[in-house]
């Protein structure tokens, strides 16, 4: 079992940027692939960014390359969401969540660890 806590998540202006933090339990944090989703008003869950479990391969939504960066310190059980340059588009809840495969995958369906989530919101 892991457990996720979301956490970095407020208002912030465009253009402005915020880091997002995924804090997670428990002893095999290392073993997980970590990826980054957002769920807007009205919209489904959409992929943003994956981090794999030790190589660190990295994934993301063409909608933030280039302007988000996903990073993991796995000595601090802990996955990261650097956004920058941040547009009123990418206002939504942003949840993380662990995938123990390693085939990287952009379907929400694929992860097993959800965290409860944290609002962005960027004014415009």
């Known amino acids: 079992q892991v457990q996720l806590v979301e956490s970095g998540g407020g208002l912030v202006q465009a253009g402005g940027s915020l880091r997002l933090s995924c804090a997670a339990s428990?002893?095999?944090?290392?073993?997980?692939?970590m990826g980054w989703f957002r769920q807007a008003p009205g919209k489904e869950r959409e992929f943003v960014a994956r981090i794999s479990q030790t190589v660190g391969n990295t994934y993301y939504a063409d909608s933030v390359k280039g302007r988000f960066t996903i990073s993991r310190d796995n000595a601090k059980n802990t996955a990261y969401l650097q956004m920058n340059t941040l547009k009123p588009e990418d206002t939504a809840v942003y949840y993380c969540a662990a995938d123990r495969q390693v085939v990287p995958t952009r379907s929400q369906y694929d992860y097993d660890y959800w965290g409860q989530g944290t609002q962005v919101t960027v004014s415009s």
């Open positions: 428990g002893r095999t944090f290392s073993s997980y692939a």
